[in-house]
């Protein structure tokens, strides 16, 4: 920490580490002061108009502040002078209301057209839905079966201190999106739970996931290349947590990756039926329970008092299986327990439910397979 | 002379109907409230010096951001001004007192209450409220803790007192004014406090609506804000803005008006347009009413309304601008002193119409999607709200307290008070411009090791800024007990207006007959 302090010091005394803010090396990356210009037409149009209004409030305030820091210095009284005792002048004060308007009416028929293009979301040659959940996306190629969540990679040891912070830390997921180049894609974006907000600075891309709406997005690119954002909407305690990574690949790559992703999904289809042991699910289980369960309940099973409940001795996990499955497939109405039957697979809830069964001293024994799952869902 | 104050201390204070002593408690308990905001601050800075998790959980951070924001805004900026109100006006339009004199006593003694509830919660099972100052739904319905219920009762609580301070203010300013004081002669301080009170009728009940349906739709199974049953959690916000944008105006408006009162005085020379002033206070009143949803420009409004909402607020940069060429006018040829009022007004121009530029780059849609939600935004707000209201309170506070207690502030430590707040002010937040711009949202417990530099910037200019205020707090209480005496009625050589005119220190009763003004 004092390393960083001592170079950050010497970097704010040396002229040249403000030169070099603009370029994309990782060690500049640090000191970025604008905005990126992006890789899209809606992040560019958004970079533009904003360099425009930087430099129109540059002169405005080098002529406003120049002129007052003028008076300040000619009309001191220290310097002997005598107070006027004018006031009012017509001329000036309409002069003072009619240029700024017309300024601003300069300034409206470029934010217009950059607006245009944000809201340009027609035709698009590939749909994708995105959702957003406590605290992780789901993304939804729409007609093509594909579906996945993407959720932070970042181990609890890193963000505590108990482990070196990675170089991608906050920065990396475990599944990202992939787009190709050179095709419309429009994300509809919707929330599952709360209000969160998919961002991807480099595409100009920032609408709000509302539980119950769609809001539209665009982005085109021939860059292929990793984009990193964020959600931007508080969304809980995990606001922090839920990063947005995009792969931009080439189209053929992109096809590829696709069909990967096709074949990955028939494969999952027909191992539903397996047998587990009572082991394989509970490292199984613990990891599902990391990763979607530990952020409210935490990783002792004890929860927060007052607003997550304990899973270690509820009578919830030491009741039948039935009951147990059924919350996790339902949720709890009312409360932040929402249903997990669209964000995990049969498999991980098996596992998941096996796991708060039979840890932390909750002792059932009994083993729970996907298949009882499927079956509790069938007969639903 | 007439009855002098209650010798009891309970019942001075307590059952206080006087307009000055109502004044010292709102002014006390707005500063109280403003070390409590400021406390929650530095522990944000202080998690957020470094990446990773280091002093609290990320449940207990949302909590501090929301926390900071709700007790900055509605306990210590709103009840500062109301102070300044209740000790001013009726000494600046030559009345006697406040025209409901036991309301006021019951608009300020609900405050405390109101405030020790909204923090207890911090130690209620559950934690205090952690869904931001601005509590979108569903967060602050279906997701929030069960200590919400007090929250919004703690907001129903404010909004009475908000309420009934504004009734009062109206109707002493309309039926007290003293013979040949015509509203054009009015104070500018007077003025802005008129339409910030009637701002403040009109919004707060839409507040206070708001957090009832928030009531409903968490205890009674109604679903205002809920999609699943027919709502709309878009209509929360629509509903918070409509109340939320005025809001930080009546937040800024008084700020205008203390700026308006000590220019002129150390300038020596009147206020450059005073109608032209009045009347741009009006417009930006009646603009706030308008522009609420540019606080939603990614919320997927169809682009008709996101126009709209873009031109409109692009139009409060003209009688902003208005304003702000009207105190630099009035400098202008004056004769320029800089003791501390003077120094915070100044930095207040230069700092606020900074956050001036900025809202005018946030006005404009397409870019606003990029600045939405992060950093950015929070420099905005904190160089119009801090560098506005904050340095225009202090201010005031070193305007007039010289009149208040009779006795003289040291002016050096004023100013060596004002230059440390004024560069820690900006070590803080102008850092936090580059961090938005570069990525970084707000209300972020922890963040990527490429916002690391700034955010440590940041962090040790926010705890300079808080030690300032201690030294503010130091030099408040030194001089009420051991300033420097005076006695001069006029106090500043430049200082038009009633308040001048009465004794040094002002006495409990002041103007029991009204004085004729020309």
């Not at chain 1, 830390?169 to 894609?185: A, M």
Request: aromatic share 14%.
């Amino acid at each position: 920490m004092m390393k960083r302090a001592k170079a950050l010091f010497l970097g704010l005394l040396s002229p040249s580490s403000l030169l070099l803010a603009g370029s994309v090396s990782a060690e500049s990356a640090t000191r970025q002061l604008n905005m990126p210009r992006g890789v899209t037409e809606v992040s560019q149009a958004a970079y533009d108009i904003h360099m425009i209004m930087i430099w129109i409030c540059t002169v405005i305030g080098v002529l406003v502040f120049g002129f007052m820091f003028y008076v300040m210095y000619a009309h001191r009284k220290s310097r002997g002078v005598t107070p006027a005792n004018f006031h009012e002048n017509l001329v000036v004060e309409v002069l003072w209301t009619i240029i700024p308007a017309l300024i601003l009416i300069v300034m409206a028929v470029p934010a217009t057209t950059a607006l245009l293009k944000v809201y340009d979301t027609g035709n698009p040659d590939i749909d994708i839905k995105v959702t957003g959940y406590q605290w992780k996306w789901q993304y939804e190629y729409i007609g093509e079966g594909v579906k996945f969540m993407s959720e932070l990679r970042t181990s609890q040891d890193e963000i505590y201190g108990r482990a070196p912070k990675g170089e991608h830390y906050l920065r990396e997921v475990t599944q990202p999106l992939v787009i190709p180049t050179n095709k419309k894609v429009r994300f509809l974006i919707t929330g599952n739970d709360v209000i969160h907000s998919w961002w991807v600075p480099d595409f100009g891309v920032k609408r709000d996931a509302v539980p119950g709406l769609f809001t539209a997005a665009w982005a085109k690119t021939d860059q292929p290349g990793t984009y990193v954002g964020e959600c931007t909407e508080l969304c809980g305690l995990g606001h922090a947590f839920m990063p947005v990574v995009v792969e931009v690949k080439e189209e053929a790559e992109y096809e590829q990756w696709l069909a990967g992703k096709k074949e990955e999904a028939a494969l999952y289809a027909s191992t539903i039926g397996k047998q587990w042991t009572f082991d394989e699910l509970m490292v199984k289980g613990e990891e599902v329970y990391g990763r979607s369960c530990a952020g409210c309940h935490q990783a002792n099973g004890e929860g927060i008092a007052g607003v997550f409940p304990a899973l270690k001795d509820s009578p919830i996990a030491l009741g039948p299986a039935e009951g147990h499955i059924g919350i996790l497939i339902e949720g709890v109405a009312g409360s932040s327990m929402q249903s997990f039957a669209e964000q995990l697979s049969e498999v991980e809830i098996a596992a998941v439910v096996h796991y708060e069964r039979n840890a932390w001293g909750n002792d059932v024994g009994d083993i729970v397979q996907p298949i009882d799952v499927l079956n509790f869902k069938q007969s639903q | 002379m007439a009855h002098g104050p209650s010798q009891n201390f309970f019942s001075r204070w307590l059952f206080s109907t006087n307009h000055k002593d109502i004044g010292t408690l709102y002014l006390w308990f707005s500063f109280a409230m403003f070390l409590l905001g400021g406390f929650f601050a530095m522990v944000i800075r202080a998690e957020l010096f470094q990446p990773g998790m280091q002093l609290i959980k990320p449940e207990f951070f949302v909590q501090m951001t929301t926390m900071h924001g709700l007790v900055m805004v509605f306990g210590a900026i709103m009840p500062a001004f109301v102070g300044l109100a209740n000790w001013m006006i009726p000494m600046m339009i030559g009345a006697p007192d406040m025209a409901l004199p036991r309301m006021n006593n019951l608009s300020f003694w609900i405050l405390p209450f109101a405030f020790t509830m909204l923090t207890a919660t911090l130690f209620m099972e559950g934690g205090g409220p952690n869904f931001g100052w601005t509590f979108y739904a569903p967060l602050s319905t279906t997701y929030a803790p069960d200590t919400v219920n007090y929250f919004i009762f703690g907001v129903h609580m404010m909004g009475a007192s908000s309420i009934m301070g504004s009734i009062n203010i109206i109707a002493t300013v309309m039926n007290m004014r003293a013979p040949g004081m015509t509203y054009m002669k009015m104070p500018l301080f007077v003025w802005t406090w008129v339409i910030t009170a009637f701002l403040l009728v009109a919004v707060m009940p839409v507040l206070a609506g708001a957090v009832t349906m928030m009531l409903m739709d968490i205890n009674f199974g109604t679903s205002f804000f809920d999609a699943a049953g027919g709502g709309d959690p878009v209509l929360f916000q629509h509903v918070f803005w409509f109340f939320g944008h005025p809001e930080v105006y009546i937040i800024i408006l008084p700020a205008f008006g203390v700026v308006s009162q000590i220019i002129p005085t150390f300038s020596r020379k009147p206020l450059f347009g005073y109608s032209s002033m009045v009347y741009a206070t009006a417009s930006i009143a009646f603009l706030s009413f308008i522009v609420w949803a540019h606080h939603m420009f990614t919320v997927g409004m169809p682009i008709a309304g996101e126009l709209y909402f873009m031109y409109a607020t692009m139009l409060i940069a003209v009688p902003t601008g208005v304003k702000v060429f009207n105190w630099i006018t009035t400098m202008y040829k004056g004769a320029l002193t800089f003791e501390t009022p003077m120094l915070f007004s100044i930095a207040f121009v230069i700092l606020f119409t900074f956050g001036g530029f900025t809202g005018m780059m946030l006005s404009i849609a397409a870019a606003d999607t990029q600045y939405h939600d992060t950093y950015f935004v929070v420099a905005h707000f904190h160089y119009v709200m801090v560098a506005g209201a904050v340095f225009s309170g202090t201010a005031a506070v070193y305007y007039w307290l010289p009149k208040w207690c009779g006795r003289m502030y040291d002016e050096t430590m004023g100013k060596v008070q004002f230059w440390i707040a004024f560069i820690a002010f900006n070590i803080t937040f102008m850092p936090q411009h580059f961090l938005g711009l570069a990525g970084m949202p707000r209300r972020y417990s922890d963040y990527g090791l490429q916002f690391a530099d700034w955010n440590m910037v940041s962090s040790i200019g926010a705890f300079l800024y808080g030690g300032a205020q201690l030294l503010f707090l130091y030099n408040v209480i030194r001089t009420i007990g051991w300033g420097k005496p005076i006695d001069d009625p006029q106090v500043w050589e430049g200082a038009v207006g009633l308040e001048w005119t009465v004794p040094t220190p002002a006495p409990f009763h002041t103007f029991s007959t009204p004085p004729v003004v020309k």
